[in-house]
Protein backbone atom coordinates (compact mmCIF):
# COMPACT_ATOMS: atom_id res chain seq x y z
CA UNK A 1 0.00 0.00 0.00
CA UNK A 2 1.36 3.55 -1.17
CA UNK A 3 0.91 6.28 1.29
CA UNK A 4 1.51 9.08 -1.13
CA UNK A 5 -1.35 7.71 -3.48
CA UNK A 6 -3.76 7.00 -0.21
CA UNK A 7 -3.77 10.86 0.53
CA UNK A 8 -3.91 11.64 -3.82
CA UNK A 9 -6.90 9.49 -3.86
CA UNK A 10 -8.36 11.46 -0.75
CA UNK A 11 -7.51 14.38 -2.39
CA UNK A 12 -9.57 13.42 -5.37
CA UNK A 13 -12.36 12.93 -3.16
CA UNK A 14 -12.37 16.10 -1.33
CA UNK A 15 -12.04 17.82 -4.87
CA UNK A 16 -14.97 16.34 -6.81
CA UNK A 17 -16.59 16.83 -3.57
CA UNK A 18 -16.18 20.18 -3.38
CA UNK A 19 -16.98 21.23 -6.92
CA UNK A 20 -20.70 19.54 -5.98
CA UNK A 21 -21.07 22.17 -3.06
CA UNK A 22 -20.15 24.93 -5.25
CA UNK A 23 -22.70 23.98 -7.85
CA UNK A 24 -25.07 23.83 -4.86
CA UNK A 25 -24.01 26.62 -3.29
CA UNK A 26 -24.40 28.74 -5.94
CA UNK A 27 -27.97 27.32 -6.68
CA UNK A 28 -29.15 27.69 -3.68
CA UNK A 29 -27.61 31.47 -3.77
CA UNK A 30 -29.92 32.19 -6.75
CA UNK A 31 -32.41 30.30 -4.76
CA UNK A 32 -32.27 32.24 -1.96
CA UNK A 33 -32.29 35.54 -4.14
CA UNK A 34 -34.77 35.03 -6.69
CA UNK A 35 -37.67 37.95 -6.65
CA UNK A 36 -39.96 34.40 -6.56
CA UNK A 37 -38.99 33.24 -3.37
CA UNK A 38 -39.55 37.24 -1.26
CA UNK A 39 -42.18 37.06 1.35
CA UNK A 40 -45.69 37.33 0.19
CA UNK A 41 -46.76 37.75 4.19
CA UNK A 42 -44.86 36.54 7.08
CA UNK A 43 -45.69 33.11 6.84
CA UNK A 44 -43.70 32.86 3.65
CA UNK A 45 -40.43 31.26 4.77
CA UNK A 46 -39.28 29.80 1.58
CA UNK A 47 -36.40 32.66 0.98
CA UNK A 48 -35.58 32.53 4.28
CA UNK A 49 -35.03 28.59 3.78
CA UNK A 50 -33.16 28.53 0.92
CA UNK A 51 -30.95 31.72 2.68
CA UNK A 52 -30.26 29.04 5.56
CA UNK A 53 -29.41 26.15 3.30
CA UNK A 54 -27.12 28.20 1.20
CA UNK A 55 -24.95 29.35 4.36
CA UNK A 56 -25.08 25.63 5.16
CA UNK A 57 -23.34 24.81 1.66
CA UNK A 58 -21.41 27.85 2.06
CA UNK A 59 -19.64 26.73 5.12
CA UNK A 60 -19.25 23.09 4.16
CA UNK A 61 -17.34 24.42 0.98
CA UNK A 62 -14.94 26.37 3.38
CA UNK A 63 -14.66 23.20 5.60
CA UNK A 64 -13.75 21.03 2.56
CA UNK A 65 -11.14 23.78 1.22
CA UNK A 66 -9.56 23.67 4.51
CA UNK A 67 -9.57 19.76 4.31
CA UNK A 68 -7.94 20.19 1.14
CA UNK A 69 -5.13 22.31 2.61
CA UNK A 70 -4.27 20.06 5.35
CA UNK A 71 -4.67 16.71 3.04
CA UNK A 72 -1.40 18.90 0.77
CA UNK A 73 0.33 19.14 3.92
CA UNK A 74 0.41 15.76 4.77
CA UNK A 75 2.16 15.25 1.00
CA UNK A 76 5.38 16.33 2.83
CA UNK A 77 5.31 14.79 6.32
CA UNK A 78 7.78 12.28 7.08
CA UNK A 79 6.72 9.02 8.01
CA UNK A 80 6.96 7.96 11.99
CA UNK A 81 6.81 4.45 13.75
CA UNK A 82 3.63 5.69 16.14
CA UNK A 83 0.22 6.33 14.73
CA UNK A 84 -0.07 10.12 14.15
CA UNK A 85 -2.15 12.18 11.96
CA UNK A 86 -1.04 11.26 8.37
CA UNK A 87 -0.66 7.62 9.05
CA UNK A 88 -2.01 5.15 6.86
CA UNK A 89 -2.84 1.87 9.45
CA UNK A 90 -3.02 -1.87 8.86
CA UNK A 91 -5.01 -2.66 11.36
CA UNK A 92 -5.86 -6.58 12.31
CA UNK A 93 -9.22 -6.78 14.07
CA UNK A 94 -10.96 -10.00 15.35
CA UNK A 95 -9.24 -11.86 11.88
CA UNK A 96 -9.71 -9.46 9.65
CA UNK A 97 -7.19 -7.09 8.29
CA UNK A 98 -8.45 -3.25 7.60
CA UNK A 99 -6.46 -0.25 6.51
CA UNK A 100 -7.27 3.03 7.68
CA UNK A 101 -5.79 6.67 7.19
CA UNK A 102 -5.92 8.53 9.98
CA UNK A 103 -6.38 12.19 9.06
CA UNK A 104 -6.77 15.58 10.20
CA UNK A 105 -10.59 15.93 8.67
CA UNK A 106 -12.72 14.26 6.49
CA UNK A 107 -13.62 11.36 9.10
CA UNK A 108 -15.52 8.54 7.20
CA UNK A 109 -14.45 9.00 3.67
CA UNK A 110 -13.62 5.82 1.86
CA UNK A 111 -11.36 5.58 -1.23
CA UNK A 112 -10.63 2.44 -3.03
CA UNK A 113 -6.73 1.62 -3.44
CA UNK A 114 -5.69 -1.82 -5.68
CA UNK A 115 -9.18 -2.92 -5.05
CA UNK A 116 -8.49 -2.81 -1.37
CA UNK A 117 -10.68 0.11 1.00
CA UNK A 118 -9.13 2.74 2.94
CA UNK A 119 -11.26 4.64 5.70
CA UNK A 120 -10.20 8.22 7.26
CA UNK A 121 -10.63 8.08 10.48
CA UNK A 122 -9.98 10.94 12.79
CA UNK A 123 -8.15 11.16 16.32
CA UNK A 124 -11.35 12.29 17.81
CA UNK A 125 -13.28 9.39 16.24
CA UNK A 126 -13.67 6.27 18.96
CA UNK A 127 -10.78 3.85 16.75
CA UNK A 128 -8.72 6.93 16.06
CA UNK A 129 -8.52 7.83 20.26
CA UNK A 130 -7.34 4.77 20.66
CA UNK A 131 -5.12 3.81 18.72
CA UNK A 132 -3.41 7.04 19.03
CA UNK A 133 0.77 6.41 19.42
CA UNK A 134 0.84 2.54 18.71
CA UNK A 135 3.19 0.95 16.75
CA UNK A 136 3.89 -1.24 14.42
CA UNK A 137 3.50 -5.07 15.95
CA UNK A 138 1.39 -3.45 18.81
CA UNK A 139 -1.93 -5.43 20.27
CA UNK A 140 -4.93 -3.47 21.50
CA UNK A 141 -8.41 -4.12 22.82
CA UNK A 142 -10.31 -1.86 21.40
CA UNK A 143 -13.73 -0.56 22.83
CA UNK A 144 -15.82 0.17 19.97
CA UNK A 145 -19.76 -0.22 19.90
CA UNK A 146 -19.91 -1.08 23.20
CA UNK A 147 -18.18 -4.24 22.32
CA UNK A 148 -14.59 -5.16 23.10
CA UNK A 149 -12.25 -6.14 20.21
CA UNK A 150 -9.14 -7.50 20.14
CA UNK A 151 -6.54 -5.43 17.64
CA UNK A 152 -3.09 -5.42 16.45
CA UNK A 153 -1.33 -2.84 14.54
CA UNK A 154 0.33 -4.89 11.03
CA UNK A 155 1.83 -1.64 9.72
CA UNK A 156 1.54 1.96 10.23
CA UNK A 157 2.90 3.62 7.04
Known amino acids: MNKAAVIQKILEVLRSELETYV ?75 EWYFVGPTAGGTEIEIDDTEVLVITPESPLGSQIMGLEAGARASLNLGGQTQKAMVQAVL
Not at 26 to 34: G, L, M, P, Y
Request: charged residues 30%; negative net charge.
Open 23 to 97: RAAKFSHAEATAEENRAENKYDTRGLEASYLAAGQANKVAELESALETFEELKEQPTSNAVEIGSLIELQQDGFV
